[in-house]
């Protein structure tokens, strides 16, 4: 069992580690393995009115077995969600492990007084023209500056493309 368990653990975290680095093209495992599951979870719970039961296990989900469908009871979205909060949660924690490394090159490299360039253009580039993306920019980075982990944390809650940006600027300020 414990043996199932590890295996289920690594499974999801190294999925959510994988997202976070995009497979190395932008592809997010969460689209290929996480949302997929979640959906089939779901379908067959709806078809149910139950959650249904895994098999062979939770840890080895290969197939549901049968269900026996009951008018009477009603699943609610809350149950779908307790039944797919394991591997949504490891996954999000492998992601969160993912966005690790840059943060800390990033860190590394505003502690030894380096300064990025790709950075200091965008920021001359937003001051010179004026758009409301740009002006978004400015604001973001206002807004870093002050509140680092506030930002951190509403840019990681939020499906974001640009959130490696967020945490390069994050760990060279």
């Known amino acids: 069992m414990t043996v199932d368990f590890s295996?289920?653990?690594c499974y999801w975290?190294?999925?959510?580690?994988?997202?976070?680095?995009?497979?190395?093209?932008?592809?997010?495992t969460f689209v290929?393995?996480?949302g997929p599951?979640?959906?089939?979870?779901?379908l067959a719970a709806h078809e149910c009115n139950k959650m249904p039961t895994l098999l062979p296990s939770r840890w080895t989900f290969d197939h549901f077995?049968?269900?026996e469908v009951d008018a009477s009871a009603q699943i609610g979205f809350s149950e779908i969600c307790q039944g797919v909060f394991l591997e949504a949660f490891l996954w999000g924690f492998g992601?969160?492990?993912?966005?690790l490394p840059p943060y800390f090159v990033a860190k590394a490299a505003s502690m030894a007084g380096g300064t990025s360039e790709e950075l200091e253009e965008e920021l001359q580039e937003a001051q010179s023209?004026?758009?409301?993306l740009n002006s978004a920019k400015l604001t973001m980075l206002n807004f870093l500056k002050k509140n680092a982990f506030l930002t951190v944390l509403v840019a990681a809650?939020?499906?974001?493309?640009?959130?490696?940006?967020?945490?390069?600027?994050?760990g060279h300020f």
């Open 7 to 9: 295996l289920f653990a």
């Open 65 to 67: 077995a049968p269900c």
């Open 95 to 99: 992601t969160a492990i993912g966005e």
């Open 157 to 170: 809650s939020i499906p974001n493309p640009l959130f490696d940006l967020a945490g390069l600027t994050c």
């Open 37 to 42: 599951h979640i959906a089939k979870v779901a």
């Open 129 to 132: 023209e004026k758009s409301w």
């Open 13 to 28: 975290i190294g999925l959510g580690i994988a997202s976070s680095i995009g497979l190395g093209t932008g592809l997010h």
């Open 32 to 34: 290929l393995y996480l």
